[in-house]
């Protein structure tokens, strides 16, 4: 009976711990994985069946998983700088420990794979984005006049406008995107904000300082870019609107600008049907303190 008992408790504590599962999301990262012997899968389609098998394994006995973007070349220089062997599992095992806690990385709960993979890669893009913004911002120092450091300048000035935009916007969910022209990329960033009756606003703060570090880098660089707006309220149109960044400055777009840029392929430049039920406009007033910087650079 106590032999029952205890693997009883044991199951009970497995239910208990979250696990992470390393992914290859792609072929080529898992032909790289391929020259390792201990790696003994041969087929990335099959690999991922059985991935997407075990993960529902998992979830069947309670376990909470989290699935990571595992990357060959950063998984062999984890190896040299902790002098590991990379032909072994538990190395693997390691790296994946710390993918858990500081790279890309969803929730398993229950999606198929073909949804999952997506979602990974896109937080791939989310903080790599976010890494480069904050990084070129770090590198800019001091202003040559007035000794005043220009990242952090531009992420004030990012934040203040971010904050009159989102104030000035109809209630409802706000959807903002944010896209710079940065070599060798252009960088989008989003932002999703609801809002109570009451006025009280919700955000990810993650989301909300990624946004605004991508803006600061527009700013502090004086990069092209943009910022695109839509409201979604119960019982009214979507409505749809934009500014265009010039150094430090925000332009609103006309009701045109925004019509033509929903309305043409970025592809192929071909005209697309607008939507129904969607009001391309103008946007709201920001003020003078929300377009004109406190410092010009």
């Known amino acids: 009976m106590p032999h029952t008992e205890q693997r009883t408790m044991r199951r009970v504590l ?19 994985m391929r020259r390792y012997r201990t790696f003994t899968f041969d087929d990335h389609t099959t690999y991922l069946q059985q991935v997407e098998a075990l993960l529902r394994s998992l979830a069947a006995q309670g376990s909470h998983t989290t699935v990571a973007l595992f990357d060959p070349e950063e998984y062999a220089q984890f190896c040299s700088r902790n002098g590991l062997e990379p032909d072994a599992p538990t190395s693997r095992t390691r790296f994946t420990a710390e993918l858990a806690a500081t790279g890309p990385a969803v929730p398993y709960e229950g999606q198929p794979l073909a949804e999952l993979v997506p979602d990974l890669i896109d937080e791939a893009v989310r903080q790599a984005t976010w890494q480069y913004a904050t990084e070129v911002l770090a590198r ?3 202003c040559a006049s007035c000794g005043e450091d220009i990242g952090r300048s531009a992420f004030a000035h990012a934040s203040h406008l971010v904050a009159r935009i989102l104030d000035t916007a109809s209630p409802g969910h706000r959807h903002l995107v944010c896209s710079v022209s940065a070599a060798p990329e252009t960088l989008v960033a989003v932002l999703h904000a609801d809002e109570d009756p009451d006025g009280t606003a919700h955000l990810d703060e993650t989301e909300a300082l990624e946004f605004t570090s991508v803006l600061a880098l527009g700013i502090a660089t004086h990069s092209a870019g943009g910022l695109v707006m839509r409201t979604t309220a119960p019982g009214l149109p979507d409505r749809v609107y934009g500014w265009r960044l010039r150094g430090e400055r925000l332009e609103p777009l006309t009701a045109a600008e925004v019509f033509d840029a929903y309305c043409t392929d970025i592809e192929s430049g071909d005209l697309v049907s607008p939507e129904s039920g969607v009001d391309y406009c103008t946007p709201p007033e920001l003020g003078d303190d929300g377009i004109t910087p406190g410092h010009a650079h």
């Open 14 to 32: 497995r239910r208990e711990i979250a696990g992470t599962i390393g992914l290859l999301t792609d072929e080529h990262d898992f032909t790289a």
């Open 140 to 142: 800019l120092g001091a």
